[in-house]
């Protein structure tokens, strides 16, 4: 197939300043065309959609985007009980996910004890892939959890600018971001991270560096999506992310790392259903659906969202007939 000089210079020598000159091209469509034929190529028409339990809301980090973050008084929080976590992960398998998503804030009353009881228990009860997303942990911690039964971690970087971050995270640092992305992909985990399209300062070199830096991490799972302000956090007053752009960086994702999971973020849907569903023609595979229980889904706050869930199964029956609408097949 022809591929267009920009793409194959890509091919050939991938770096920063090759993705950014694909960044920079007026015409997108023959990324767009390329990144949706590699993606049928390595997955066919399928779409995998994987259930979100936000099973905790507090943390103990200060990211200056998010609504969860340790500085938000007028944040409601809550932690769902292990067995919670546990029944509704085992729900969602019989509704017909084949992976949990297990989410929370750096929450430190889940220890990697209580995470590893609950991975332990879901597998002992139903098949199914457990992927945790519960922030920074040690090698050994993250071994544990392995050891457990854990199949998959999600931790996005956010940015790939020292400077960037730094201003963002007042509680962390980007090389303890990269290293333990580094553990995680060591250790044998499917690896997932990712980063927001929109950030205040953010340049499309900046994109550039977080796309070099899921290629260089080789990362198996990637989540981009646009950044959306909260009005309880320092970043209140400014622009959401730009959704085109957005699908851009999944598409360039998608040449970078032609096996790997992109998923049409929650985020990208909220600004934009029908560029959540579009974005399945630019490289994405993967949604995740939210089966947090109705109490708890309004207080998993991290950007602003209307989302409910009320039915799990005939939620999960309702984003089947909508990916079948797009000539997809769910899974």
Known sequence: MNTHPAIQKLIDD?????ILTLLELEDFSPVFDYADRINHFHHGKYIDI?????????????????????????????????????????????AGYLTAVLQSGEDAYFTV??????????????????????????????AYLKDCGADRYLLKHETADTSLYGNLHPCGTLAARTQCLRDIK???????????????????????????????LQ????????????PETELRDCSAGNTELTKKAVAIARILLPKANLPATTSLGVLDTKQKNNIFS??????????????????????????KVNNIEEERQELETTIRSLGKIPR
């Open 50 to 94: 994987r259930a979100i339990v936000e099973f905790s809301n507090y943390c103990r980090r200060k990211c200056k985007y998010c609504g969860l973050n340790a500085t938000n008084s007028s944040a409601k929080r809550y932690r769902m009980t292990e067995e919670e976590v546990i029944q509704t992960a085992i729900h969602a398998r019989k």
């Open 186 to 216: 060591k250790l044998g985990y499917d690896a997932g991270s990712g980063f927001m399209i929109g950030l205040p300062t953010q340049t499309l070199h900046t994109i550039a560096e977080d796309l070099f830096l899921l290629y260089d």
């Open 282 to 307: 630019c490289g994405a595979n993967v949604i995740m659906r939210k089966v947090t229980p109705p109490e708890y889904v309004q207080l998993y706050d991290i950007y602003p969202t209307a989302i």
């Open 219 to 230: 990362c198996d799972m990637a989540g981009i999506g646009p950044f959306i302000p909260h």
């Open 14 to 18: 991938i770096s920063v300043e090759n």
């Open 113 to 142: 004890e209580k995470l590893g009881f609950i991975v332990k228990e879901i597998k002992k009860q139903v098949d199914m892939f457990i992927t945790l997303s519960c922030g920074e942990k040690s090698f050994e911690e993250l």
